[in-house]
Nanobody, 121 residues
Framework: QVQLVESGGGLVQAGGSLRLSCTAR????????MGWFRQAPGKMREFVGG???????YYGNSVKDRFTVSSDHAKNTVDLQMFLLKPEDTAVYYC???????????????WGQGTHVTVSS
């Protein structure tokens, strides 16, 4: 069974940092683009950041310069390091995997169950 399993969510104060991790299981994701989306209450799902197999990264405008995506092929993990968190970063964060570089959720065929991040003011 193919799974993307997120961990690391929780409650953090504004201005703080948090690191999310995603472990891929059940198949090889060699050559895939891995990334993160988020969905805040009452809002549309939003692209956060992605990383190619060659470790090239790209980000959504709202998190650029504050969030960093990294991966470890040996461990089959992709992490999202979040700095300078704001209350508007509160959302469920989803790990994703797809075959092309895109900001569109339709480009990602594998999704994790999500992990909650709450940023208090």
């Amino acid at each position: 069974q193919v799974q993307l399993v997120e961990s690391g969510g929780g409650l953090v104060q504004a201005g703080g940092s948090l690191r999310l991790s995603c472990t891929a299981r059940g198949r090889s994701f060699d050559g895939y683009v891995m990334g993160w989306f988020r969905q805040a209450p009452g809002k549309m799902r939003e692209f956060v950041g992605g990383i190619t197999w060659e470790s090239n990264t790209y980000y959504g405008n709202s998190v650029k310069d504050r969030f960093t995506v990294s991966s470890d092929h040996a461990k089959n993990t992709v992490d999202l390091q979040m700095f300078l968190l704001k209350p508007e970063d509160t959302a469920v964060y989803y790990c994703v995997a797809g075959r092309i570089i895109s900001h569109s959720e339709r480009a990602f065929e594998y999704w994790g169950q999500g992990t909650h991040v709450t940023v208090s003011s």
